[in-house]
């Protein structure tokens, strides 16, 4: 039986056989590629160039973008170069770095996802806190942190995955190398060790999602106490876009590894990984541009990039967010001048 010593490249499972409908595929492949990529490229664009959207929502947008590229990178033009070349395979290296590159780029966009749920339940549950835990520098390290484990998840979950026999032959059921097909074409008592790393991912991710519920859970408290209905809106503009990502991301990678095995065809594995690994990095900027014209208008015009004490840091003025309730609750029992924490916030701010 061949093992890993043996297998030079790998057989991907093609969407038709039918030349006409590969070429079709190409052009169709083609087309959400670029949109993807023009999607992505506008937003870091926008945020890069627009001196109003430095602030830490959209740097963590930014990131996002820039995951989405990756991960849409990572499987669309292998998948295109084989419908247009009526061509399955790919090297056994090439299989290994589109493993390394996905689990990267879900793992870090997953991680960022919940500092983005972070970032908004700091912003409308603690507002007057808003300017000293999300600074410039706590964001860059929160990206950081990350960048940093998805790379970390990826490197060990790519060379314990390829450093078992495989002993099932070299064709992987699915249109790019993902790591549960893999798992499948290793001997059946060698693949024990990498199950526990994925347990583990699992249970890190569970804990993620359970983070995420809890902070929107407390974002929609605070919203509905909020007396006006400007501010409501203003507040749901800000959170519905994310809402609707974490929704699409999830769900998608939910039915992929968790449907019933009664409607687990090669068919149908190939439609839902389509559905996780295309769609969301492809749909992300269309969500965010739907209400791109609402979240301008949601930043105040007093957001500004500042300096103070050598370090820049994000000013916010979080009144129009804020609910009087909320901000007088934060305010009780604590005085006004140790409240003046490092980044200079003063409760001024406050008045209209």
Request: proline share 5%.
């Amino acid at each position: 039986m061949p093992n890993s010593s043996s297998v030079s490249e790998f057989l991907l499972l093609a969407f038709t056989d039918t030349r006409e409908l590969q070429l079709l595929h190409f052009g169709l492949f083609l087309g959400i590629y670029l949109a993807a990529l023009l999607g992505n490229g506008l937003i870091l664009t926008a945020v890069a160039c627009d001196h109003r959207l430095h602030t830490p929502m959209y740097f963590f947008l930014l990131n996002l973008a820039l995951l989405d590229m990756g991960s849409i990178s990572t499987t669309l033009p292998k998948a295109m170069a084989n419908a247009l070349w009526d061509t399955r395979a790919i090297s056994y290296q090439g299989c290994a770095a589109q493993i390394l590159f996905l689990v990267f780029f879900f793992g870090a966009e997953y991680s960022l996802i919940t500092i983005m749920a972070y970032d908004r339940y700091v912003a409308i549950c603690k507002p007057l806190h808003y300017g000293s835990l999300l600074d410039s520098r706590a964001c860059a390290k929160m990206a950081a942190a990350a960048w940093g484990s998805g790379f970390l998840t990826a490197v060990l979950h790519t060379a314990n995955t390829f450093s078992l026999p495989l002993c099932q032959g070299s064709a992987v059921d699915q249109f790019f190398c993902e790591l549960p097909q893999i798992l499948k074409l290793s001997c059946s008592d060698a693949y024990l060790r990498e199950v526990g790393v994925v347990v583990f991912s699992v249970f890190v991710l569970f804990c993620c999602s359970i983070f995420i519920v809890i902070s929107y859970i407390q974002i929609l408290r605070v919203v509905l106490r909020m007396p006006s209905e400007h501010r409501l809106h203003k507040a749901f503009s800000t959170c519905l876009p994310h809402v609707a990502v974490v929704s699409l991301f999830i769900s998608t990678v939910m039915f992929a590894y968790l449907k019933p095995l009664y409607i687990s065809t090669p068919s149908v594995d190939l439609v839902v990984s389509f559905l996780y690994s295309v769609v969301p990095p492809a749909v992300n900027p269309l969500i965010y541009s739907m209400r791109n014209q609402e979240l301008r208008d949601a930043i105040p015009p007093q957001d500004s990039w500042i300096l103070e004490g050598g370090e820049r840091v994000w000013e916010m003025d979080i009144s129009s967010l804020a609910d009087e309730g909320v901000v007088r609750e934060c305010l009780i029992g604590i005085n006004a001048h140790k409240s003046m924490g490092p980044l200079g916030m003063h409760p001024h701010a406050l008045r209209e």
